[in-house]
């Protein structure tokens, strides 16, 4: 026989939002849910107890308890894994230190298994797939923040003629369509998505001259020519599946770190893949006889551009910030300059 637990709360049945002031009454292993008129329920099987005040039923029911559940209710009927994340949440140094061994262990995989995984993957994942992905990405892009280009049809053609040859003389394998766009909200940018196409916007074409242009696009290329894109979503997206594998769903100190962890490795995995086009770009450049030295020209007028757009008074500021790329998504300017100039050299 069990003691008999008592708990206040709100009940509310399956797909309704309307709540019953009731009593979660817990003996003799039945679970039952007590208004002032009666019991309006029994026999209920629980699913699950997640946080410290949700009860979920077998049945789509739910209750809510006015205070924190009871230790030994939670002892009963959270699962497993549910008690060792509330145990690690309850701070002290012992725990801190387990739980820094944990998130080491997670590193080390995610760098020993997800990183080769996702390599192995890309090179079997379908092309077709990969340019659904990228035409869904930029439709998505296109009706959020994307308008027509006002450069002329004849100019954005014959840029387009250029980046071909460009891409004929490298003779890279994959050779998406370019697109022109205007836009309000992402200023000199242009973007690579999986497979294609290539967005590159007006103010870019506007802010560079010709060969700059074209040392922009071939930084691109790389990005399609190497499948990046598409590597940075198969890890992770294995990231997050493994994350939720280890610390479930409830919103927690633990699934906090996590989430971080995630956006930190995501980072980290955009500015290597940055490094590598801006590397692969210079073979393509010189492929084409075109100086290298464009693209370094390209990124420090795109910088400064991004700055000035910012308040006048924190335009320095914003460049002193471009020197370092450890949470950005791409190298930071004095590294990034560093490795082109060496190539170059």
């Known amino acids: 026989m069990t003691n008999r637990i008592k708990i206040r709360g709100q009940f509310f049945e399956a797909l309704s939002s309307q709540r019953h ?21 029994r026999d209920l099987r629980i699913d699950s107890v997640q946080g410290e005040d949700n009860v979920y039923f077998v049945c789509g029911r739910y209750f809510k308890s006015d205070q924190p559940l009871p ?5 009963e009927f959270q699962s497993k894994a549910r008690k060792i994340i509330s145990w690690l949440e309850e701070f002290s140094p012992g725990k801190a230190v387990i739980l820094s061994l944990i998130l080491l262990g997670f590193v080390l995989f995610y760098r020993v298994v997800l990183s ?6 890309a090179l079997i994942f379908p092309d077709h797939w990969e340019r659904e992905i990228g035409e869904h990405s930029y439709r998505g892009l296109r009706r959020i923040a994307l308008s027509e280009s006002a450069l002329t049809a004849r100019r954005q053609d014959y840029l387009r003629e250029r980046a071909q040859e460009m891409a004929e003389r490298a003779e890279l394998a994959r050779r998406p369509q370019i697109l022109f766009h205007d836009t309000d909200l992402l200023g000199a940018n242009a973007f690579a998505f999986p497979g294609g196409p290539i967005v590159i916007m007006d103010d870019l074409v506007e802010l560079l001259d010709e060969d700059e242009f074209l040392a922009i696009v071939a930084h691109e290329y ?47 995995n955009s500015r290597d893949f940055e490094k ?18 464009n693209l370094v020209e390209a990124i420090g007028k795109l910088m400064e551009y991004g700055c000035k757009k910012t308040d006048a008074g924190s335009s320095r500021k914003c460049l002193s910030k471009a020197k370092t790329g ?11 300059f560093g490795y082109l100039s060496e190539r170059i050299e």
């Open 21 to 41: 002031e009731c009593s979660l009454i817990h003996e003799n292993d039945e679970i039952t849910i007590e208004t002032r008129e009666g019991i309006i329920a």
């Open 71 to 75: 230790q030994e209710f939670c002892g």
């Open 116 to 121: 080769s995984a996702g390599e192995t993957i």
């Open 222 to 268: 790389s990005h399609i020519e190497d499948r990046h894109s598409l590597k940075q979503i198969i890890e992770l997206i294995g990231v997050s599946v493994l994350a939720h594998i280890l610390f479930g769903v409830d919103d927690s100190l633990i699934e906090e770190m996590t989430a971080v962890a995630i956006d930190v490795w995501g980072f980290r």
């Open 276 to 293: 590598k086009a801006d590397l692969k770009a210079i073979g393509i450049l010189k492929a084409n006889d075109i100086d290298p030295a």
């Open 326 to 336: 450890w949470l950005s998504t791409h190298p930071g300017d004095d590294e990034r």
